[in-house]
C-alpha cells in the first residue's frame, strides 16, 4: 500500500489530520510525574497506545534520538519497531530534513526507507532535484518537500523577493514542475496566507504542517487555508502541546476536534 492509501484510509477511520510528534527529551519526561522512572521507550509507547484513534499520523523528528546518540538510535528504533508491529495502519513519518548531493542522498533515502521503514520523510529542496531523485526512486513512500517553516524568522530569507514575488513561492513553483506523484510540501501553520498560496499550487498534494500549540499557530485560518477540495490531503503537527500534558488523549482529542470543525470547504 502506498502513502496516499494508508494515509487516506486513517484519515477516514479516524476522522482525523492530526499528525503527532513524538519528540521526547529525557529531563522533561523525568520531571513528569506520571511519567516518572519510565524509559524514554515506554513514554513514547504511551503517548501512541494513547493517541491511536485521534490520528493520521505519527512524526517522529530524528533530532531528538541523535541527540542521545546510539541510545537514542535504539530507542526510535524500538519505538518505530513499536508502531509497525501495534498499529500498521498508522504512517510514520521520520522527521530528517534531508540535503545534499545524489550520492549521498541516495544513503539517506536507503536508511530512512529502508532500514528505518518510515513511510514518509521531510526533505530540503535547494541543492535541486538531482539531490532527491533517491527519495522519490521510493515509489510507495512520501518525500515531503520543505517550502516555508514554521519558525518566528523564517520569513527574513523565505520571503525575500525574487522577480517579483517571494523567494518560498518561486521554490514551489519550480518543485511543481518536477510533477511527482509521492512528492509532499511542508509548510508552517503559523502562516496561513503562504500555506494558502502553496495549496492553490499544489491542489491534490499531501501536505505536512505544524506550529499549532506551543508555536501558536491559529487553527481556524491554517486549517482552511491547507485542507483540499475534500476537506483533507493535510497533516497538522503537535508535539509538545500534547506529548507533554498531563493528559495526552485529552489534549489530542480536543485539537483534532478543533481541527475538524474548520474542514468543511
Known amino acids: 500500500m502506498d502513502f ?13 489530520l492530526l499528525c503527532v510528534g513524538l519528540d521526547p527529551k529525557l529531563e522533561r519526561i ?6 516518572k522512572g519510565e524509559s524514554l521507550v515506554k513514554f513514547n509507547m504511551s503517548i501512541v497506545n494513547q493517541t491511536a484513534d485521534l490520528v493520521c499520523a505519527y512524526k517522529p523528528n530524528i533530532a531528538f534520538y541523535e541527540a542521545l546518540g546510539i541510545e537514542g538510535l ?10 509497525k508491529r501495534n498499529y500498521p495502519n498508522i504512517p510514520i513519518v521520520l ?10 542522498a541516495k544513503m539517506y533515502a536507503t536508511a530512512i526507507f529502508d532500514i528505518w521503514g518510515a513511510d514518509a520523510t521531510t526533505v530540503y529542496p535547494h541543492l535541486g532535484f538531482d539531490s532527491l531523485e533517491p527519495f522519490f526512486a521510493y515509489k510507495q513512500k512520501l518525500t515531503i518537500v520543505i517550502i516555508k517553516t514554521s519558525n518566528p524568522d523564517a520569513s527574513t530569507f523565505q520571503n525575500l523577493k525574487v522577480g517579483g514575488e ?24 503559523t502562516y496561513p496566507q503562504d500555506l494558502k498560496n502553496v495549496r492553490k499550487l499544489f491542489p491534490h498534494n499531501i501536505i505536512l504542517s505544524a506550529g499549532f500549540g506551543a508555536q501558536g499557530g491559529k487553527i481556524k485560518e491554517a486549517v482552511k487555508a491547507g485542507v483540499d477540495k475534500t476537506g483533507g ?3 497538522f503537527n503537535a508535539s509538545r502541546s500534547i506529548i507533554f500534558s498531563q493528559n495526552p488523549k ?6 483534532r476536534d478543533e481541527i475538524n470543525k474548520y474542514r468543511a470547504v
Open 74 to 83: 535504539k530507542y526510535l528504533k524500538q519505538t518505530v519497531d513499536y508502531l
Open 4 to 16: 496516499q492509501d494508508k494515509f487516506q484510509n486513517i484519515v477516514a477511520k479516524n476522522n482525523s
Open 166 to 189: 517571494p523567494y518560498y513561492m518561486k521554490v514551489a513553483k519550480e518543485i511543481k514542475k518536477w510533477d511527482k506523484p509521492n512528492l509532499g510540501v511542508f509548510v508552517g501553520a
Open 233 to 235: 490531503g493535510i497533516m
Open 95 to 104: 522527521d530528517a530534513k534531508r540535503a545534499d548531493i545524489a550520492n549521498t
Open 250 to 255: 485529552k489534549e489530542a482529542q480536543k485539537l
Open 30 to 35: 523525568k520531571k513528569q510525574t506520571v511519567y
